[in-house]
């Protein structure tokens, strides 16, 4: 595969310096030109975020980070790089001098691209002595974790470029999609263009306030765009008969008058096959429950993702489900009809999509998420809920042993038990069994110790009557059990 050896980045502004994050965290050395006083500090911080979003992005093993080089000419940062990124004000007079003054100082194999959102790359290369390197690479922002760069050529570009350039985005983690013909504005943007015609519409006429707008989005279709796009959306909108039958049953609408966007497609028999051929290829054979089946999945993760942003508060409809889960705990919790003289049954769940490695194996952080969340259901159990932990005290877990008996995967349906080994007026000894619903075979164990504290003063503290109470109950119960097997072990005891 072919990879960028050392890039050369003009301008360091949000696309720029996003351009220089997304080289340096892929290994490549980048140089760097831009007069602005504050350029040093600008991209500094734009590659500190970058470093923390690879953090929580990725857990494999990165490439040691690239050198970063500030020049003090624009002749000297292009001298010897085989990837400039022109990243300047959106100026069709700026940009043209600043790609001429690039190709006359850059290595004649070296590939130069425009991060230009809009500008043709025919008027761009007008003045260059090679106009055929020259193509648009417009990406989008955050540059360093969005991935797609909307690759354009103009007149002059040869193809040989076009290959290249799309050649050198994989092994940076970027996705490069050729735009066939140049058009101002290429396709991303014009998207993005007629929706915000659109929703300035919806504004100014006062049909909603801008945070409803943007709820319409973030809670909706939004979702469904962030993995499958438009087509494919809406083929699974026209449900088996596919994409033919979505354009047959919603093609009239386009004449009715619900858009400010009047110049509407004539979407006669020729364009519908045309669409719809298209959509059968890029469905690649799947049906329809197929594709239901990996939006979904794809959804779940999503959701998953949005609800640890923000520091675990979650983030737009991640958040939604957050608070709609605390309202399933809470309610399960007071409601369920739990027998103390066995194991207490307590978690229900299935292996999501987000949950899993690249092996389809539930990963090992989520077995000790599955028996917190069984600890956290019986502290519900004896009245230690989210009104108890508000008003400042709450039982801590302070030690841990896992023990992995087999897997857990992709889909499959897992459930958790709780057995309470001993408890006095401040701990809980807790012993859990992780089983496959399905066939009841042991997947992991966990043995806990909780602590009863204040959070506000730091300190262990007796926990009140009323929870003793509860929890002296089922310890009573639970004392005519078996000790369980595993119960007391240590790290590499044998069997």
Not at 107 to 112: E, G, Y
Not at 147 to 170: C, D, F, N, Y
Not at 306 to 327: H, R, T
Not at 419 to 433: M, W
Request: charged fraction near 25%.
């Amino acid at each position: 595969m072919t990879k960028i050896s050392k890039a050369a980045c003009i301008g360091g502004g949000v696309i720029g310096g996003g351009w220089i994050a997304r080289f340096l965290l892929a290994g490549i050395d980048v140089d760097v030109f831009d007069p602005h006083p504050e350029a040093g500090r600008i991209v500094g911080e734009v590659i500190a975020n970058a470093e923390k979003a690879y953090a929580m992005l990725t857990g494999a093993p990165l490439p040691p980070q690239g050198r970063l080089r500030f020049c003090a000419t624009l002749q000297e940062a292009v001298a010897d790089a085989d990837w400039i990124q022109e990243s300047v004000p959106e100026r069709l007079d700026l940009k043209r001098g600043v790609l001429t003054e690039i190709d006359a100082a850059a290595r004649p194999d070296a590939l130069i691209g425009s991060s230009t959102s809009g500008l043709l790359p025919t008027d761009l290369q007008r003045d260059m002595r090679h106009p055929e390197r020259l193509f648009v690479a417009h990406p989008y922002n955050p540059v360093y974790l969005l991935p797609l760069v909307e690759i354009v050529g103009g007149a002059k570009t040869s193809a040989a470029t076009i290959q290249s350039a799309m050649e050198r985005l994989p092994p940076i983690g970027m996705k490069g999609v050729h735009i066939a013909k140049e058009i101002e504005a290429f396709v991303g943007d014009r998207l993005l263009e007629a929706l915000w015609r659109e929703a300035l519409w919806l504004i100014h006429d006062d049909i909603c306030t801008v945070e409803t707008l943007d709820d319409v989005i973030r809670y909706s279709f939004g979702l469904r765009w962030a993995q499958m796009g438009l087509f494919q959306t809406y083929r699974i909108a026209g449900g088996e008969a596919g994409m033919r039958h979505f354009l047959a049953q919603f093609g009239p609408c386009l004449a009715w008058p619900w858009t400010k966007l009047t110049d509407v497609v004539d979407l006669d028999d020729a364009l519908i096959e045309k669409i719809g051929r298209q959509s059968d290829e890029q469905a690649a054979g799947l049906s329809i429950r197929e594709l239901e089946r990996i939006r979904d999945e794809n959804l779940v993760g999503i959701l998953q993702a949005l609800k640890g942003g923000d520091g675990g508060k979650g983030w737009g409809a991640g958040k939604l489900l957050k608070d709609f889960e605390q309202s399933l705990w809470a309610d399960g919790g007071a409601t369920a009809s739990l027998d103390p003289s066995k194991p207490l049954r307590l978690v229900e769940t299935k292996v999501s999509p987000a949950w899993v490695d690249y092996n389809g194996h539930m990963t090992e952080h989520r077995y000790l998420q599955v028996f917190g969340d069984t600890s956290d259901a019986l502290l519900r159990l004896i009245g230690v809920d989210l009104a108890y932990v508000e008003a400042g005290q709450s039982y801590y877990t302070v030690e841990s042993h896992i023990r992995h008996l087999g897997e857990a995967k992709l889909g499959q349906a897992i459930h958790s038990t709780c057995q309470v080994l001993a408890a006095d007026e401040k701990r809980l000894h807790l012993f859990h069994t992780l089983q496959d619903t399905a066939t009841g075979a042991v997947i992991a164990t966990a043995e806990q110790m909780l602590l009863h504290v204040d959070s506000k003063a730091g300190k262990s503290v007796p926990a009140p009557a009323a929870v003793l109470d509860k929890i002296k109950a089922i310890v009573v119960a639970h004392s005519d059990l078996a000790l369980p097997e595993g119960a007391g072990r240590s790290v590499g005891q044998r069997r």
